[in-house]
Nanobody
Framework: QVQLVESGGGLVQAGGSLRLSCATSGNIFRIPTMGWYRQAPGKEREQVAVITPGGTTTYAHSVKGRFSISRDNAKNTVDLQMNSLKPEDTAVYYC???????????WGQGTQVTVSS
């Protein structure tokens, strides 16, 4: 059983920054691939950034150069540093964890990020 808890969301002005954190707890059999996803009202959930256990990262084109994902494998945490935020970044951001050998991936409850113009 794995639990994910996001934190760090809030209201920020356009051009500002936020840092989201995801804490993972439970029985971690393998170090997971972790990622951040977001979903705005009326839109499909989209992948924002993913980081493998070895630290390889992948970013959505819309956030490349502005967002940075990082992890601490010892703590099984993952952060998302979001800079130069735009109103279109407004969404609920979800943390995700997956590992080969797990029967499913796991999701946090989400944290709201609102960027005002």
């Amino acid at each position: 059983q794995v639990q994910l808890v996001e934190s760090g969301g809030g209201l920020v002005q356009a051009g500002g920054s936020l840092r989201l954190s995801c804490a993972t707890s439970g029985n971690i059999f393998r170090i997971p691939t972790m990622g951040w996803y977001r979903q705005a009202p009326g839109k499909e959930r989209e992948q924002v950034a993913v980081i493998t256990p070895g630290g390889t990262t992948t970013y959505a084109h819309s956030v490349k150069g502005r967002f940075s994902i990082s992890r601490d494998n010892a703590k099984n945490t993952v952060d998302l540093q979001m800079n130069s935020l735009k109103p279109e970044d407004t969404a609920v951001y979800y943390c995700n964890a997956f590992s080969l050998g797990w029967p499913r991936d796991y999701w946090g409850q989400g944290t709201q990020v609102t960027v005002s113009s």
